[in-house]
C-alpha cells in the first residue's frame, strides 16, 4: 500500500490545520491506519490511530480532546483534524498503515508499522 500525507502548513498557538492520508493499492481500505510525529532529535511519537471500520479511535494522551481522526466513506482515506494547535505539537506529520490480524484493531507503536507516508510539516508559531 502507497501513503501520500498533506495538509501541513504554519498556523498561529490555538489555530487548526487538518492533514490528509491517502491510501491506495490493494485492499488499502482494509488496512488500520495511524499519525505518528517526528521532531528533530527524538523518537518518532504515536499521535492517533483509527481501526479499518473506523468504530474505534486511540489518541496520545498530550493530543486528546483537540485532536480528531477520521476516516473517509471509502476508507482509504484518513484525516486528522487538530484544533487548539500548541507549539509542542511543531513537527513532521508520518501516516502510517498496516494490515495485522483480524483480531488487532489499533496498533500504537512504530515498529508495527510497515507502511509509512512521505511526512508533511506542521509549525505551530506566533
Known amino acids: 500500500v502507497q501513503l501520500q500525507a498533506s495538509g501541513g502548513g504554519l498556523v498561529q498557538p490555538g489555530g487548526s490545520l487538518r492533514l490528509s492520508c491517502a491510501a491506495s493499492g490493494d485492499s488499502s481500505n482494509r488496512y488500520i491506519l495511524a499519525w505518528f510525529r517526528q521532531v528533530p532529535g527524538k523518537d518518532r511519537e504515536f499521535v492517533a490511530g483509527i481501526s479499518r471500520s473506523a468504530s474505534s479511535a486511540a489518541y496520545a494522551d498530550t493530543v486528546k480532546g483537540r485532536f480528531t481522526i477520521a476516516r473517509g466513506k471509502s476508507r482509504n482515506t484518513m484525516y486528522l483534524q487538530m484544533n487548539n494547535l500548541k507549539p509542542e505539537d511543531t513537527a513532521v506529520y508520518y501516516c502510517?498503515?498496516?494490515?495485522?490480524?483480524?483480531?488487532?484493531?489499533?496498533?500504537?507503536?512504530?515498529?508495527?508499522?510497515?507502511?509509512w507516508g512521505q511526512g508533511t510539516q506542521v509549525t505551530v508559531s506566533s
Open positions: 502510517a498503515g498496516d494490515n495485522p490480524p483480524a483480531s488487532v484493531v489499533i496498533r500504537t507503536t512504530e515498529r508495527e508499522y510497515d507502511y
